[in-house]
């Protein structure tokens, strides 16, 4: 097949059957064979542009790799690349391998947070396949098995943190009790007092469980109550009390009277400093099922060794100086190393520096730090967003102007480049800049010389030269919207900024840090309680460290004494149905004409005030609406046609162009 298609002249056709042949001798096991049609794949997709077709080859290239190590990082860079162009069916399933990758490894947190995005993903893909499909649609192999991956490695997760037996693991078997237990097994490890954690679990209990729970605990000789759902009698007191009393050590489960009107589970502490345990007591109509009395002996068990911790654990040492920041970088995690390692081979050398990395994980930091720790310290350092100038403006900001050259310029202006003069210019978000634009930067980094708009006399110039970007400089040159000649004088050296979800250890240093500057800022002594610490490392962060930033520094404002114990809520922020709505309004008002998409769209986005998210989510619904006919959706915006193309540049360069054909497909 693939011998006839390539005599027809149908590369296209070509790749896919390679991708099929492939994905059959995967199947089968033949490894070599299937190496052998997705390089071919490879060769054909990228050099003609068929980036789809590229996508599922590079993840059929990293399921082909032989070492683990290699299949890790292939796989992610599959992921990166269907995320970059909007493929949810290969973010899927790339996500489902990632998994088994981290799963085999013994990463078991990491390798849950690979499938759950997996099984979201499919679940959402799911609900908009025909009934009569959806059947055969989840019949694939892997699509059938990530759920059940997901449960195993909730079950070891909480395993390893529980050490409890595997008679007790069905216990998890319901997603309430995975999130309660996941939450409690953080708790134990990070909690700093008995009441601190017995909060906690009370917490959990009223989240979890639909009947009253008690929490009696004796500490110093002091006997404390704790209750969820019902307040605590003196009659409960007495009742309960028998029951603990006669049972003392040993978890019961059963009638708590003579009349045997309720029933009442007791499950004991057993540590040599709290004495006491745990009470639920429900009525003869709401008994607790097999899985509640399994989740309540996890719990007891949980608790047991938390408070086994505390005990042993030694009084925390109050910091008296703030966390110790690298040229404004904190974190101590291994990737972050990493970073500080780059960032002094820089330092020592004079070469251009291209820094990748997601928005909100600090890249102008990273470049500030290359320039304060090399010999162009006491020079200037110049920074430059490329994507929040417009691009009329952009050229004379960088190399200056003459008086005259263009209306509006009254005076000599020089440029950020001349402005750098014996330091370093810092130039953000780098893909955001033209052709044109393009081949006067390569020309200034060869000849060390800027000319200003107006003058045909160059000016030398001694200038470190430093881009960052958010989005991949390789893959834009495939598409032909990045210069290669430039890329390589840029990716001289290349410093990685990881996104905050891969080093989350580093998120209480972060807390620490920038409550400490709000501290200064504000001349008060608030401080983060190892509950909040714990509530911080749960949420997902899609903004990084700009976002965590951001949820500290409300939470700081919100908190009513000096203890931040709560994440505030983002009361602005909008929740997901929200987004949805608001997509939907902005696509409603542009159909009829009530808002100008370059003012209402394109402009605040240059300005970051929408999210590219939010763009993706338009084009999305649009394509949707129109079928994946872009100039349909242009017409529909009420969109003149000579501004079709610019309109086309917009999304390409905001990395927001979506794939028409998958689209075209769901009409058929």
């Not at 989350?504 to 504000?522: G, S, Y």
Request: glycine share 6%; proline share 3%.
């Amino acid at each position: 097949m693939r011998s006839v298609a390539e005599s027809l002249g149908t590369r296209y056709q070509a790749c896919r059957v390679s991708l099929q042949l492939a994905g059959l001798h995967i199947a089968h096991g033949d490894l070599p064979k299937a190496s052998v049609a997705v390089k071919y794949a490879i060769a054909i997709s990228k050099r003609k542009g068929f980036k789809v077709l590229f996508s599922r080859a590079l993840l059929l290239r990293a399921l082909v790799s032989d070492r683990v190590s290699d299949k890790r990082d292939r796989l992610k860079v599959a992921l990166a690349q269907a995320e970059s162009i909007g493929l949810p069916e290969l973010i899927a399933e790339a996500s489902y391998h990632l998994g088994l990758v981290e799963m085999e490894a013994n990463q078991f947190v990491t390798a849950h947070e690979y499938f759950v995005k997996s099984a979201n993903v499919t679940k959402r893909l799911a609900d908009n396949v025909p009934r009569r499909y959806i059947k055969g649609y989840l019949a694939e192999t892997w699509r059938k098995d990530v759920l059940a991956k997901r449960q195993e490695c909730s079950e070891r997760i909480i395993s390893a943190a529980t050490r409890i037996s595997d008679a007790q693991l069905h216990a998890a078997r319901d997603v309430r009790f995975v999130k309660s237990l996941y939450k409690l097994s953080l708790a134990m490890s990070s909690a700093t007092s008995y009441q601190e954690f017995i909060d906690t679990v009370a917490d959990a209990l009223d989240e979890t469980l639909r009947q009253p729970a008690f929490i009696s605990f004796e500490h110093a000789g002091t006997v404390s109550w704790k209750s969820t759902r019902v307040k605590v009698t003196d009659e409960m007191r007495v009742r309960l009390g028998a029951v603990a009393e006669r049972f003392q050590n040993k978890s019961y489960f059963g009638a708590s009277g003579e009349n045997n009107r309720s029933t009442t589970a007791w499950i004991p502490f057993q540590s040599e400093e709290i004495k006491g345990g745990l009470f639920v007591e429900c009525g003869k109509s709401n008994r607790l099922t097999e899985q509640e009395i399994d989740y309540l002996t996890v719990v007891g068990t949980i608790a047991n060794a938390a408070f086994d911790r505390i005990h042993d654990k030694p009084v925390p040492i109050q910091r008296s100086q703030p966390v110790s920041e690298f040229h404004g970088l904190v974190g101590s995690s291994r990737l972050m190393k990493q970073v500080y390692e780059h960032i002094e081979v820089a330092a020592r050398n004079t070469a251009t520096v291209l820094i990748e990395g997601e928005s909100g994980t600090g890249k102008e930091l990273v470049a500030r730090a290359i320039h304060e720790c090399g010999a162009r310290a006491k020079g200037p350092f110049i920074p430059l967003d490329c994507g929040a100038i417009a691009e009329s403006l952009i050229e004379s900001e960088l190399f200056g102007s003459r008086k005259g050259s263009y209306t509006g310029s009254i005076a000599d202006r020089p440029g950020m480049f001349e402005a750098a003069h014996g330091g370093t210019i810092f130039l953000d978000e780098i893909s955001n800049t033209s052709a044109g634009l393009q081949a006067k930067l390569l020309r200034v980094i060869q000849e060390r010389e800027v000319r200003r708009i107006g003058e045909t006399k160059g000016r030398t110039v001694d200038v470190r030269v430093i881009v960052a970007t958010n989005t991949s400089l390789e893959a834009l040159v495939q598409q032909r919207l990045f210069r290669q000649d430039l890329l390589y004088r840029l990716k001289v050296l290349h410093v990685r900024v990881p996104p905050l979800r891969n080093r989350r250890e580093d998120i209480p240093l972060l807390a620490e840090h920038f409550v400490d500057k709000l501290n200064v800022a504000q001349h008060l002594k608030k401080y983060a309680t190892p509950k909040f610490i714990e509530n911080l490392g749960t949420l997902s962060y899609p903004g990084n460290v700009r976002e965590l930033q951001n949820v500290v520094e409300r939470s700081y404002l919100f908190a009513k004494g000096a203890a931040i114990i709560a994440v505030a809520a983002d009361q602005s922020a909008s929740s997901p149905a929200a987004g949805i709505d608001e997509i939907q309004r902005w696509f409603k008002e542009l159909s009829e004409g009530r808002k100008d998409f370059w003012a209402e769209i394109h402009e605040p986005y240059k300005r970051r005030d929408i999210s590219r998210e939010k763009i993706v989510a338009l084009i999305d619904l649009g394509l949707r609406t129109t079928r994946g006919n872009y100039k349909t959706m242009a017409s529909l915006f009420k969109l003149k046609d000579k501004d079709y193309r610019r309109f086309m540049d917009f999304l390409r360069r905001g990395d927001c162009l979506l794939d028409f054909r998958p689209y075209r497909k769901m009409a058929q």
